[in-house]
Nanobody
Framework: QVQLVESGGGLVQPGGSLRLSCAASGNIFSISVMTWYRQTPGKQRELVARISRGGSINYADSVKGRFTISRDNAKNMVYLQMDSLKPEDTAVYYC??????????WGQGTQVTVSS
């Protein structure tokens, strides 16, 4: 199993920036892909950005050019740099670990609110 802890959420004005962090521990060598998801009340959880063990990166169309996913393997950390934030980016952001075998692991989520 992999334990994930997100941090870095908060309240920011439109146009501002935040950096989310996800600390992974446990059986980290079982991880194939790390993904950031977000969810707002009444909506399905949506993929924001993901990075594979091999370094492949994908973004949702809604965040391309504004968000950047990165990782620090030495620290077992994954980051989501969010720039030019919009009110529609408001959501709970979750870190997800997809493993080569077994169920995905999830963090507890961190709230991001974009409002003036």
């Amino acid at each position: 199993q992999v334990q994930l802890v997100e941090s870095g959420g908060g309240l920011v004005q439109p146009g501002g920036s935040l950096r989310l962090s996800c600390a992974a521990s446990g059986n980290i060598f079982s991880i194939s892909v790390m993904t950031w998801y977000r969810q707002t009340p009444g909506k399905q959880r949506e993929l924001v950005a993901r990075i594979s063990r091999g370094g492949s990166i994908n973004y949702a169309d809604s965040v391309k050019g504004r968000f950047t996913i990165s990782r620090d393997n030495a620290k077992n950390m994954v980051y989501l740099q969010m720039d030019s934030l919009k009110p529609e980016d408001t959501a709970v952001y979750y870190c997800n670990a997809k493993k080569f075998v077994g169920n995905d692991d999830w963090g507890q989520g961190t709230q991001v609110t974009v409002s003036s």
